[in-house]
Protein backbone atom coordinates (compact mmCIF):
# COMPACT_ATOMS: atom_id res chain seq x y z
CA UNK A 1 0.00 0.00 0.00
CA UNK A 2 1.41 3.28 -0.78
CA UNK A 3 1.00 6.98 0.23
CA UNK A 4 -1.09 8.17 -2.69
CA UNK A 5 -3.76 5.64 -1.47
CA UNK A 6 -4.45 6.89 2.29
CA UNK A 7 -3.37 10.57 1.76
CA UNK A 8 -6.09 13.54 2.35
CA UNK A 9 -6.05 15.48 -1.17
CA UNK A 10 -7.85 18.21 0.03
CA UNK A 11 -5.27 20.60 1.11
CA UNK A 12 -6.12 23.88 3.52
CA UNK A 13 -3.89 26.70 3.31
CA UNK A 14 -3.46 29.73 4.76
CA UNK A 15 -1.31 32.42 4.08
CA UNK A 16 1.68 33.26 6.38
CA UNK A 17 0.50 36.70 6.88
CA UNK A 18 -2.93 35.42 8.25
CA UNK A 19 -3.82 35.76 12.04
CA UNK A 20 -4.95 32.87 14.22
CA UNK A 21 -8.69 33.57 14.27
CA UNK A 22 -8.74 33.15 10.36
CA UNK A 23 -6.72 29.87 11.02
CA UNK A 24 -9.39 28.22 13.77
CA UNK A 25 -11.76 29.42 11.20
CA UNK A 26 -10.64 27.79 8.51
CA UNK A 27 -9.82 24.54 10.79
CA UNK A 28 -13.29 24.49 11.79
CA UNK A 29 -14.65 25.02 8.44
CA UNK A 30 -12.70 22.26 6.85
CA UNK A 31 -12.56 19.44 9.66
CA UNK A 32 -8.77 19.89 9.70
CA UNK A 33 -6.34 19.78 12.30
CA UNK A 34 -3.26 21.27 10.23
CA UNK A 35 -3.12 23.91 7.27
CA UNK A 36 -0.37 23.97 5.17
CA UNK A 37 1.21 27.78 4.92
CA UNK A 38 1.84 29.63 2.25
CA UNK A 39 4.16 32.33 1.04
CA UNK A 40 3.78 34.22 -2.48
CA UNK A 41 6.91 34.37 -4.58
CA UNK A 42 7.64 35.77 -7.53
CA UNK A 43 7.12 32.15 -8.65
CA UNK A 44 3.90 31.86 -6.99
CA UNK A 45 2.61 30.26 -3.69
CA UNK A 46 5.45 28.15 -2.04
CA UNK A 47 4.62 25.97 0.92
CA UNK A 48 6.58 27.94 4.15
CA UNK A 49 5.34 25.54 6.92
CA UNK A 50 2.41 23.93 8.89
CA UNK A 51 0.10 25.08 11.34
CA UNK A 52 -2.01 22.69 13.39
CA UNK A 53 -4.53 23.45 16.33
CA UNK A 54 -2.14 23.01 18.80
CA UNK A 55 0.04 25.47 17.43
CA UNK A 56 -2.83 27.89 17.73
CA UNK A 57 -3.60 27.11 20.99
CA UNK A 58 0.13 27.16 22.73
CA UNK A 59 1.62 29.69 20.71
CA UNK A 60 -1.25 31.99 20.44
CA UNK A 61 -3.45 32.04 23.49
CA UNK A 62 -1.19 30.21 26.33
CA UNK A 63 1.63 31.74 25.62
CA UNK A 64 0.02 35.02 26.80
CA UNK A 65 1.59 37.23 23.39
CA UNK A 66 -0.72 40.15 21.73
CA UNK A 67 -3.33 37.93 19.36
CA UNK A 68 -3.51 40.54 17.27
CA UNK A 69 -0.35 41.14 16.01
CA UNK A 70 0.57 37.16 15.59
CA UNK A 71 0.57 35.92 12.34
CA UNK A 72 0.50 32.39 11.21
CA UNK A 73 3.80 32.83 9.76
CA UNK A 74 5.32 33.02 13.28
CA UNK A 75 3.29 30.24 14.94
CA UNK A 76 3.71 27.47 12.26
CA UNK A 77 6.33 25.05 12.07
CA UNK A 78 8.92 25.92 9.48
CA UNK A 79 10.28 22.41 9.44
CA UNK A 80 8.99 20.79 6.20
CA UNK A 81 8.70 17.43 6.12
CA UNK A 82 7.54 15.47 3.33
CA UNK A 83 7.07 12.18 1.28
CA UNK A 84 6.58 10.72 -2.09
CA UNK A 85 2.98 9.98 -3.07
CA UNK A 86 4.77 6.38 -4.24
CA UNK A 87 6.15 5.78 -0.77
CA UNK A 88 5.27 2.94 1.33
CA UNK A 89 3.49 3.22 4.70
CA UNK A 90 6.96 1.63 6.76
CA UNK A 91 8.76 4.93 4.61
CA UNK A 92 6.19 7.64 6.00
CA UNK A 93 6.44 6.37 9.40
CA UNK A 94 10.21 6.03 9.65
CA UNK A 95 10.08 9.63 8.19
CA UNK A 96 7.36 10.74 10.80
CA UNK A 97 9.85 9.44 13.38
CA UNK A 98 12.96 10.57 12.18
CA UNK A 99 11.62 13.99 11.80
CA UNK A 100 9.47 13.96 15.01
CA UNK A 101 5.98 14.89 13.50
CA UNK A 102 2.43 13.42 12.92
CA UNK A 103 1.84 15.21 9.66
CA UNK A 104 3.24 14.74 6.08
CA UNK A 105 3.54 16.74 2.91
CA UNK A 106 2.48 14.33 0.41
CA UNK A 107 4.49 15.35 -3.23
CA UNK A 108 4.22 13.78 -6.79
CA UNK A 109 7.08 13.01 -8.65
CA UNK A 110 7.50 16.70 -9.98
CA UNK A 111 7.54 18.00 -6.51
CA UNK A 112 4.48 19.60 -6.06
CA UNK A 113 2.39 19.68 -3.03
CA UNK A 114 -0.75 16.36 -3.91
CA UNK A 115 -1.41 15.95 -0.01
CA UNK A 116 -1.10 15.61 3.53
CA UNK A 117 -0.47 11.98 5.20
CA UNK A 118 -1.47 12.21 9.09
CA UNK A 119 -0.50 9.61 11.95
CA UNK A 120 -4.28 8.84 11.77
CA UNK A 121 -4.34 7.82 8.46
CA UNK A 122 -1.23 5.63 8.78
CA UNK A 123 -3.09 3.92 11.86
CA UNK A 124 -5.83 3.79 9.61
CA UNK A 125 -4.25 2.05 7.30
CA UNK A 126 -2.30 -0.08 9.47
CA UNK A 127 -5.16 -1.32 11.15
CA UNK A 128 -6.55 -2.47 7.79
CA UNK A 129 -4.07 -4.69 7.53
CA UNK A 130 -3.93 -6.16 10.63
CA UNK A 131 -7.21 -6.59 10.27
CA UNK A 132 -6.86 -8.68 7.26
CA UNK A 133 -3.87 -10.56 8.72
CA UNK A 134 -6.41 -11.79 11.02
CA UNK A 135 -9.19 -12.65 8.81
CA UNK A 136 -6.35 -14.92 6.99
CA UNK A 137 -5.66 -16.99 10.16
CA UNK A 138 -9.83 -17.06 10.89
CA UNK A 139 -10.24 -18.51 7.08
CA UNK A 140 -7.64 -20.93 7.74
CA UNK A 141 -8.92 -21.61 10.67
CA UNK A 142 -12.74 -21.87 9.43
CA UNK A 143 -11.15 -24.15 6.51
CA UNK A 144 -9.85 -26.41 9.50
CA UNK A 145 -13.09 -27.51 10.64
CA UNK A 146 -14.82 -28.01 7.72
CA UNK A 147 -11.74 -30.28 6.55
CA UNK A 148 -12.04 -32.24 9.83
CA UNK A 149 -15.77 -32.60 10.00
CA UNK A 150 -15.43 -34.73 7.13
CA UNK A 151 -12.99 -37.03 8.94
CA UNK A 152 -14.45 -40.11 11.13
CA UNK A 153 -14.50 -39.40 14.50
CA UNK A 154 -11.49 -40.06 16.36
CA UNK A 155 -10.95 -43.31 18.45
CA UNK A 156 -11.47 -43.28 22.05
CA UNK A 157 -8.47 -43.55 24.19
CA UNK A 158 -8.41 -45.62 27.46
CA UNK A 159 -5.67 -44.05 29.38
CA UNK A 160 -4.56 -44.44 33.09
CA UNK A 161 -3.37 -41.73 34.77
CA UNK A 162 -1.12 -42.98 37.76
CA UNK A 163 -2.06 -41.67 41.31
CA UNK A 164 0.02 -39.13 43.33
CA UNK A 165 3.00 -40.24 45.36
CA UNK A 166 3.42 -43.36 43.53
CA UNK A 167 5.22 -43.67 40.67
CA UNK A 168 6.75 -40.72 38.47
CA UNK A 169 5.86 -37.11 39.36
CA UNK A 170 4.97 -37.64 43.04
CA UNK A 171 8.22 -38.74 43.78
CA UNK A 172 9.83 -35.87 41.78
CA UNK A 173 8.34 -33.21 43.33
CA UNK A 174 9.71 -33.89 46.71
Known amino acids: MNIASICTRRIVTIDS ?6 AAGL ?26 DRDL ?12 GVTIGELASDQIV ?3 EEDDLSGAIA ?3 EGGVRRLLVTNAEQQLVGVVSLDDLM ?7 AGLAKVIRNGIEREVVESSNLPPPVPLVLRIPAM ?8 MA
Open 95 to 97: VMQ
Open 124 to 130: DACAAEM
Open 17 to 22: AGTPVQ
Open 165 to 172: GTAGWGNA
Open 57 to 68: VIGALASGRDRA
Open 82 to 84: SVS
Open 27 to 52: MREHHVGALVVIRQTPEGPQVSGIVT
